[in-house]
């Protein structure tokens, strides 16, 4: 088995000192937790254009293409490597992975990214169906209002996704992530 995780990129008011922080800081950390409790390798790809605005999906296509991806893999991703995660599973239907796990989701809801990022994709259980062990989404009552109206949509046309709802998480920034161990199907 393995881990592939997705970060996400800065919205265009943040600074490149802060970008590490609210990329996922606890992804580290989860890599670490993975390797020593279960002995699991966790790939951490690094994608171009590490702003919402320059995103460019074809790019991260080919990045993702690179990894090690198979029926024991699990995808992970947080906000705009979130909705990647959804759009890679839906653009590759023979695709076929253990499970996806994504951190305050972005998908571009409202269209803001000029490169069309998230187009070309419908959200439906058939992405579910990709899994073995489903699709799990972990959201926070005071996140952003993007990520909210992204997370609104997803669970709306997937109703088969497994949600954890969380308060005052913000955007999952915190260095670490605990409850993720259990939602992960190590």
């Not at 802060?18 to 996922?24: A, K, L, V």
């Not at 989860?30 to 590490?50: C, G, N, R, V």
């Not at 992970?76 to 599973?89: D, E, M, N």
């Amino acid at each position: 088995m393995n881990i592939v995780f997705c970060n996400g990129v800065m919205p265009p008011e943040m600074d490149w000192e802060t970008r590490e922080i609210y990329m996922g800081g606890w992804k580290y950390w989860l890599q670490f937790m993975s390797e020593k409790q279960h002995d699991i390798i966790m790939q951490i790809p690094m994608f171009p254009h590490a702003h919402a605005l320059l995103m460019k999906y074809d790019e991260w296509e080919k990045i993702m293409d690179f990894q090690d991806i198979n029926e024991n893999t699990i995808l992970i991703g947080h906000s705009a490597g979130g909705g990647f995660v959804l759009k890679y599973i839906a653009t590759h239907p023979e695709l076929k992975i253990k499970q996806a796990i994504l951190v305050a989701p972005w998908i571009d809801a409202s269209h803001e990214q000029p490169n069309g990022f998230y187009n070309g994709f419908k959200l439906n259980n058939d992405i579910v169906n990709q899994t073995k062990d489903g699709i799990d989404m972990l959201i926070s009552s005071n996140d952003m209002i993007d990520i909210k109206n992204s997370t609104d949509k997803i669970e709306k046309e997937i109703p088969n996704i497994r949600v954890h709802k969380f308060e005052n998480r913000g955007h999952f920034t915190d260095s670490q992530l605990p409850e993720i161990l259990d939602i992960i199907k190590y």
